[in-house]
Nanobody
Framework: QVQLVESGGGLVQPGGSLRLSCAASGRIFSISAMGWYRQAPGKQRELVAAITSGGSRNYADSVKGRFTISRDNAKNTLFLQMNSLKPEDTAVYYC????????????????WGQGTLVTVSS
């Protein structure tokens, strides 16, 4: 069984910074991509940032220049550095993984974390 455990959320003032972490564990054979999504109250879940196994990064327009996604491949850990936070960044942030599960099946794998709440408020 593969699990994603997020940490780093909390309350921060506008203009502040937070760093989210997501640790993947379990029978993982390979990871093709990992990403961060967020869901604000009353809104649909949206992609914030994603990174492929080759290092290609993709960001939502609303966070470009403020957020940075990175990954420690050796530790299967994903990070999201969030700077210049705005009240509209308030949401539950979810980690997401796509890849292949370990043997003997080597089937496709898609996992979501439980979410971590980020609140930006003065």
């Amino acid at each position: 069984q593969v699990q994603l455990v997020e940490s780093g959320g909390g309350l921060v003032q506008p203009g502040g910074s937070l760093r989210l972490s997501c640790a993947a564990s379990g029978r993982i054979f390979s990871i093709s991509a990992m990403g961060w999504y967020r869901q604000a109250p009353g809104k649909q879940r949206e992609l914030v940032a994603a990174i492929t196994s080759g290092g290609s990064r993709n960001y939502a327009d609303s966070v470009k220049g403020r957020f940075t996604i990175s990954r420690d491949n050796a530790k299967n850990t994903l990070f999201l550095q969030m700077n210049s936070l705005k009240p509209e960044d308030t949401a539950v942030y979810y980690c997401h993984l796509e890849g292949r599960v370990g043997g003997p099946s080597y089937g496709s794998l898609e996992v979501w974390g439980q979410g971590t709440l980020v609140t930006v408020s003065s």
